[in-house]
């Protein structure tokens, strides 16, 4: 059964820093991964998508990465900004589309 | 934003009530999904949709059936309403299996078992 990690599950950050979140899975094979960000009482809103044949996806001061043979993906954030508060959530696709989530990372960006 | 919306937003029910959650998509995309969110469990799926009329189990089925009789339209129901079930529901869509396989997520219903 697939098992999704993401360290750290909070973090808190001055605003202008540039952060890393990590997530881990149990199970490499894997179709492709998502990642989506969630503010509170809210949907989940998707950030980027790494298909299973890229290494990495950049969307604006987003980068994520992804490393099927050791079970890992990043996210890179950039230059943070308050706005970019929310919770993280790293998800891997199965062979039949359905996601896996981890239970996220908190991040917190202070003015 | 991916036209997806989810009714009703927010219920409240009595134990062993049914309920049906509707989740409505304007995008023409093959495949529906129904999460729940908890703390502490995340996101989990519950069943999910490939086409008109083919539906699957996921993580966390009993308790719940669904129903595909349209592309735009994909239905949860509980059976029989349990404490257990009040959580935060979610539909997702997506084109699984073309270039556009991003997941997209409704706005999510509120429901509160008592």
């Known amino acids: 059964k697939q098992e999704v990690t993401q360290i750290p599950a909070a973090l808190s950050v001055p605003e202008g820093e540039n952060l890393v979140l990590n997530c881990s899975f149990t199970?490499?094979?894997?179709?492709?991964l998502q990642w989506f960000r969630q503010d509170p009482g809210k949907g989940l809103t998707s950030l980027l998508l790494?298909?299973?044949?890229?290494r990495e996806q950049t969307s604006g001061r987003l980068n994520a990465s992804l490393d099927k043979s050791s079970g890992r993906s990043t996210l890179y954030i950039a230059a943070s900004q308050p706005g970019d508060s929310a919770t993280y959530l790293c998800?891997?696709?199965?062979?039949?589309?359905?996601?896996?989530f981890g239970q996220g990372t908190e991040l917190s960006v202070k003015p | 934003d991916a036209g997806i919306t989810q009714s009703p937003r927010h219920k409240v029910t009595e134990t062993g009530t049914p309920v049906t959650l509707r989740c409505h998509q304007t995008?023409?995309?093959?495949?529906m999904y129904w999460y729940r969110q908890d703390p502490g469990h995340g996101l989990r799926l519950i069943h999910y949709?490939?086409?008109?009329?083919?539906?699957d189990k996921g993580e966390v089925s009993d308790g719940y059936s669904v129903s595909r009789s349209k592309t735009e339209d994909f239905l949860l129901t509980l059976e029989s309403a349990t404490s257990s079930q009040t959580s935060v529901y979610f539909c997702?869509?997506?084109?699984?299996?073309?270039?556009?396989?991003?997941?997209?997520f409704g706005p999510g219903t509120r429901l509160l078992v008592l």
């Open positions: 997702a869509i997506s084109e699984f299996g073309t270039v556009q396989e991003t997941q997209y």
């Open positions: 199970d490499s094979a894997i179709y492709n």
């Open positions: 790494i298909q299973s044949s890229q």
């Open positions: 998800a891997p696709f199965d062979q039949g589309g359905k996601l896996i």
């Open positions: 995008e023409n995309h093959r495949y």
């Open positions: 949709s490939y086409g008109v009329k083919d539906t």
